[in-house]
């Protein structure tokens, strides 16, 4: 078979290669434009095993990526992203990093510092934003009244050094402040703590400037999973499911309410975000989840976190 390795493809290596990043490495290997230089992990084994099987180089020090990539996607440890993102911004490369943008606001601060300064992209992984459905029901959304969101999943061993808020309602979080664009006057939150040291269920109540009210409950430790968001407008109720990328919407009729599902062209949630990351490096463009707006889900995140844990 002939190819040409063209002079612009985008040179892209992955940092990371757990549960998560092996995905990115699979995306990125299939990608046009893209050249996956090599995948990192200080498991020497996994890195190993993850650039066999994607025909990339292994490598266990990140440094060693230096001069040879234009961006990079970082999965590591969320305690690491700092550490890890300022390195490659430092090198001049792009970053692509995980959601949680940093553990702490400092961290996030520091990171889009640099990025500032070295005129960069950072774009974090919150990747309900390239999901399919929201994309589809964005347009219809028109000052909503009140949003409800479900993220239920069953509990497995990851992720366990920060509580469920962190982990999973962040999604929902950075998804609604998206919607909502107005800031949160009152908050109230629970949570639980059942198999782990931090919640594994929480609920916040979120009430708006502008009036709106959102509803948000997470679970870690459900018996089924669930991720729903629901939301009613004065003209409309619009009901979506991530996980099927389906969604409908239901309008007044005279005396009836009807219902229409949305067209939704399905993709890989994870597939378009790294297309847009690619995007991004190789037009030099702002990405659709900025590194400031994933330090305000995390703000956020924070804030719901210390109402738990006071
Ligand atoms: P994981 O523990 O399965 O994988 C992390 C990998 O990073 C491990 O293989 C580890 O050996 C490696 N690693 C640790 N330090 C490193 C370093 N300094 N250099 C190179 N490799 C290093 O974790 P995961 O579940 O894949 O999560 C990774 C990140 O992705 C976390 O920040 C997590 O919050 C985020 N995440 C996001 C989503 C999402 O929906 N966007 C889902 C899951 C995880």
Redesign the pocket.
């Known amino acids: 078979m002939l190819y040409f390795i063209s002079m612009e493809k985008v040179r892209i290596g992955v ?7 092996v995905h990115h490495a699979r995306i990125y290997s299939r990608l046009d434009g893209v050249e996956l230089v090599g995948v ?4 020497v084994k ?1 890195a190993n095993q993850i650039a066999r099987k994607y025909r990339t180089q292994a490598f266990t020090r ?1 440094k060693d990526l230096f001069g040879k990539v234009n961006g990079v996607s970082i ?4 305690n ?2 700092a550490e ?1 993102g300022k390195a490659f911004l430092e090198q001049g490369v792009h970053i692509l990093v ?3 943008i940093t553990k702490t606001l400092e961290d996030a601060d520091e990171l889009l510092k640099k990025a500032r300064d070295k005129n960069l992209i950072i774009q974090v ?3 309900e934003r390239f999901n399919a459905g929201i994309r589809a029901i964005k347009s219809i959304i028109n000052k909503p009244v009140f949003i409800e969101c479900h993220r239920l999943s069953l509990f497995k061993k ?2 366990l050094d920060i509580g469920v808020v962190l ?1 999973l309602m962040i ?1 929902d979080i950075d998804i609604i402040l998206d919607l909502v664009n107005s800031k949160v006057v009152k908050m109230d939150a629970l949570g639980v703590k059942i198999l782990t040291l931090h919640e594994d269920l929480a609920n916040v109540r979120l009430q708006f400037e502008n009036g709106t009210i959102s509803n948000i409950t997470a679970s870690r430790v459900a018996n089924k999973t669930m991720r729903k968001i629901r939301i009613f407008q004065e003209d409309a109720y619009i009901s979506l499911d991530y996980e099927k990328q389906e969604a409908y919407i239901y309008r007044k009729a005279g005396s009836k309410i009807t219902r229409k599902k949305i067209r939704i062209k399905k993709e890989e949630s994870l597939l378009s975000e790294l297309k847009a990351f690619v995007d991004c490096v190789k037009n030099n463009e702002k990405p659709l989840v900025s590194g400031e707006e994933a330090r305000e889900a995390l703000r956020m995140a924070l804030e719901i976190t210390k109402q738990i844990n006071p």
């Open positions: 940092i990371g290669v757990g549960s998560l990043g990192c992990d200080i498991n996994k990140y999965v590591t440890p969320t690491t992203h890890v995980e959601k949680p992984g919150h990747v990851r992720s982990d999604h």
